[in-house]
DNA sequence: GCGAAAATCCTAAGAAACTAGGATGGACTT
DNA sequence: AAGTCCATCCTAGTTTCTTAGGATTTTCGC
């Protein structure tokens, strides 16, 4: 199964070059799977996390996993209390099933939501989180029954999930995406947005750009109508998605 | 000056492998000038987007451009201006100071700004966006006198800037991240600044979830002190930077 | 020079958020 | 059994935001 160690490098590239030449959903999908099963990758979950009052279905950018394993995770909530799910909040990295096992001290109900998954054909997976430009954060899971999750396949696949999550969206949100038109903001509203962003008042606001409160005031609600908000917080949240202020 | 097609992705691969092993921020820069240079970039540009009342050079990561050009650019405010940055909001990929001038109408004035880095010595370049974990948006800016920007290169250059990104992220930032130890949100917390981050008041989250609007206030009031913010926008940025809640 | 867009300023009432106090019950740990 | 953390509920005074009206000046392209 291992290849030598300069395959890998060949191997991702290749991956890369053919993938971007690929334009329907389902071609992508069966160039993904069938690079990941030379890693031993039965399986892929590839989502991004869902806001509030979204399904985790309606987030799905692919799954091949079992449609009866899904819904009975979806089901039980596992996806507030699956370990190998939480440690996406705490990990920068990559890491695997088998990583977070063997670094955090599990509660007995949480290694029997890792457990369970090998009655459906998983014994170990990677997590890869791809953050795109719109602050959007994305998973890319792969899993099998014995993947190689070697330091230099690790090192391949996060190029693979790159540019796969890439690949996805594009097939996938490209239209969806242009359809969202947003009126930019002009560069007085940007400034004032960002100020509002690390939580100044409008009152503070005034001071620090030398002019009226209520002209602070005015320009937040141009922003807000621009970017299709009713309270400031969802304007920050517009306004990152949108590109016009960042983190 | 163009390498063979298997070259790039060889080369790309190598650099990766050979920069995950390196330690100091000097050996990293060195290795990726070094790297550029073989694309015919002469200098480069790394830093994160500023926030409102940070400064721009607070936010490099890296720059090897010359200091007067950089003071000038600063003083003008040019960041504000220049379209090759603006275009920054509008465009996910990867994209070349000459695509800009190729295929946006500019006025005279935007024009002079990219015509200016020419007497410091950079004719053209590539501006790559890189989204980190927490929301951090970093831009990766090679330029030189006569780059090598054919699509097979532009590949090979986002392997080689996410992996540089990285990189001097961790060379640069690893301890002081630590620092900023954020105190987690339970997991009703969470689920109310969710809620909170898409604009919803008080009484309609207390009505969403079947609980007193007071309890959604105490809860956003005890997030925000873990957050160590004032405000709820600011909380929900936070939030989102911590990984607590996503876009 | 004209028109459009941007930036500036204002009032006033009602809604929502912030602050500073509380209190109770349940779950889990030691 | 005691202690801790979480989730739930409450009041009341203060500040900030939201909304719905205005109006004037500046800037920039044509």
Redesign the pocket.
């Known amino acids: 199964m291992p290849f030598e160690s300069d395959e890998y490098s060949k191997r991702a590239l290749d991956f890369v070059e053919r993938l971007q030449r690929l334009k329907t959903y389902d071609e992508i999908c069966k160039h993904i799977l069938k690079e990941l099963a030379q890693f031993g990758f039965n399986y892929l979950t590839s989502f991004s996390i869902p806001q509030a009052g979204q399904s985790f279905k309606d987030c799905m950018w692919f799954n091949n996993r079992p449609q009866d394993y899904i819904e009975r995770y979806s089901s039980q909530n596992y996806v507030l209390k699956d370990p190998v799910v939480t440690e996406l909040r705490k990990n920068l990295n990559p890491y695997s099933w088998s990583d977070v096992r063997r670094t955090r001290e599990l509660?007995k109900s949480e290694v029997n939501i890792i457990d369970e998954a090998r009655e459906w054909g998983s014994r170990d997976g990677m997590m890869l989180q791809i953050v795109t430009n719109s602050g959007l954060v994305s998973c890319f899971c792969p899993c099998g029954l014995g993947p190689d999750l070697s330091p230099r396949a690790r090192t391949a696949l996060e190029v693979i999930a790159i540019y796969s999550h890439h690949a996805l969206r594009r097939a996938l949100v490209q239209n969806q995406r242009d359809d969202v038109v947003h009126i930019p903001l002009?560069?007085?509203?940007r400034e004032i947005m960002q100020w509002v962003a690390v939580g100044k008042?409008?009152?503070e606001i005034g001071e620090i750009?030398l002019?009226?409160s209520?002209?602070v005031?005015?320009?937040?609600?141009n922003a807000?109508r621009k970017l299709d908000a009713?309270?400031?917080t969802y304007a920050v949240v517009q306004a990152i998605r949108f590109g016009e202020i960042s983190l």
Do not use: F, Y
């Not at 002009?186 to 509203?189: L, Y």
């Open positions: 509660k002009t560069p007085r509203e008042t409008d009152d750009l002019i009226a209520t002209t005031t005015q320009h937040v609600e807000k009713l309270r400031r």
